[in-house]
């Protein structure tokens, strides 16, 4: 069985149809409080798939707990969290004293709630195996850069495919490879949530079409003043590709204040720029 929320129900959908899967629908109730109930079939049987995405987390993570208890209760042996957007995974280390280091966190709270979690291209920098972040032995990160190579390919054949930063290095060389592309990455000085530098590798853009291509974009910042800066360098035309489009309030105003041409993203997370499938990629794990 494969449980999923009213708000990902289209995914839920196809994604039952790819894995063979039936989905049900787990119903919320708000209470006048904030306060949450869910309510799931009143019996499951012993292998369950729970689909959650999680951009704006946090609400999710209690959702999370409640499914998850109420799932072993209801018969659940083994349970699967599919999260094709795993948040929480870019605060990796304390950057400051005593800040909390939610990747382990959060991780180590997924891995008391489910026997194995699959996930699409996780945040991870300073680690490179995701069972550091989750420590479950299935815990297991895919990864949509060769399918985004693949669209890129049709899409605008010849262009240069640019990193904005160190640990972008490893989706844009997948995606290269995919898709038969030159590369390079940029290196990112982060300010702020909103206020990053981007220095370019030296690399010959003028005339160029570039594809920026990164794991999230949230504000649309690191983004932007990549784009910024490419142009700045000569390129003709710039265009975004990401696994993750969150993009919060502004952000694709920014990008397309920026100059960027088009905007695309995996489907990880719903949003109208989707125009690449990690479905098949997903389906293809629950069946491993
Ligand atoms: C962090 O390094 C990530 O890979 C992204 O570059 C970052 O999260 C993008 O955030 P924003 O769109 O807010 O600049």
Request: hydrophobic share 50%; glycine share 6%; aromatic share 6%.
């Amino acid at each position: 069985m494969l449980l999923a929320f009213d708000d990902e129900w289209d995914a839920a959908q196809r994604l039952g149809q790819a894995a063979r899967l039936a989905p049900v629908c787990i119903a919320r109730h708000r209470f006048p409080d904030g306060e949450i109930k869910l309510t799931l079939p009143p019996a499951l049987p012993p292998r369950v798939v729970l689909l959650r995405s999680l951009a704006q987390p946090n609400e999710k993570l209690v959702e999370l707990l409640l499914a998850s208890r109420a799932a072993r209760e209801l018969g659940a042996a083994h349970l699967t969290l599919v999260a094709p957007y795993l948040a929480y995974m870019r605060q990796d280390m304390a950057f400051a004293p005593g800040e909390a280091v939610s990747q382990r966190i959060v991780g180590a709270f997924l891995a008391t709630l489910f026997d194995r979690v699959i996930t699409v291209d996780p945040h991870l920098h300073r680690i490179d195996d995701l069972r550091a972040a989750i420590p479950l032995p299935e815990a297991v990160s895919l990864s949509a850069a060769p399918a985004i190579g693949a669209f890129l390919r049709q899409r605008v054949p010849g262009a240069l495919l640019l990193g904005p930063d160190a640990e972008s290095a490893q989706w844009v060389e997948q995606a290269a490879a995919a898709g038969g592309f030159a590369w390079g990455v940029a290196t990112k000085q982060r300010h702020g949530d909103r206020d990053v530098r981007i220095a370019l590798p030296a690399l010959a853009l003028r005339g160029r079409e570039v594809v920026l291509l990164d794991d999230v974009a949230s504000t649309g910042s690191t983004l932007a003043q990549a784009a910024r800066a490419v142009y700045e360098a000569g390129a003709a035309r710039v265009y975004v590709a990401v696994t993750h489009g969150l993009f919060v309030d502004g952000a694709l105003a920014a990008l397309r204040q920026a100059g960027v041409e088009a905007i695309w993203s995996a489907d990880t997370v719903p949003h109208p720029t989707n125009a690449i499938t990690v479905l098949p990629l997903l389906a293809r794990a629950l069946a491993a």
